[in-house]
Nanobody, 127 residues
């Protein structure tokens, strides 16, 4: 069974930074493009970013462009999300997931194209 585990969430002040990690268990992560999503209370799950299997291509939601950076270390079987300039509206549970679709055919980050979701990690941005 493919399992992903997120970590790194915390309470942080506006303008602060966090680095989220997504670790794979039981399989090689480098076969898959990996996405980060988030879900705030009462809202739908929203695509944040995605990285190709090689790490050579990335996608970002407009709301995080210029502030967030996705990366991966296939040797360590991990994917990361560096979040800078955090805002209260970034508060959510953050999830990572893999897609079996070709990264370059993903026009939008749709949660229905992803599976093997982790349990999520809470990010709270508040003063």
């Amino acid at each position: 069974q493919l399992q992903l585990v997120e970590s790194g969430g915390a309470l942080v002040q506006p303008g602060g930074s966090l680095r989220l990690s997504c670790a794979a268990s039981g399989f090689n992560l480098d076969y898959y493009a990996i996405g980060w999503f988030r879900q705030a209370p009462g809202k739908e799950r929203e695509g944040v970013s995605c990285i190709s299997s090689s790490g050579g291509a990335t996608k970002y939601a407009d709301s995080v462009k210029g502030r967030f950076a996705i990366s991966r270390d296939n040797a360590k079987n991990m994917v990361f999300l560096q979040m800078n300039g955090l805002k209260p509206e970034d508060t959510a549970i953050y999830y990572c997931a893999l897609t079996r679709h070709n990264f370059f055919r993903l026009s939008v980050l749709d949660a229905r194209d992803f599976d093997s979701w982790g349990q999520g990690t809470q990010v709270t941005v508040s003063s």
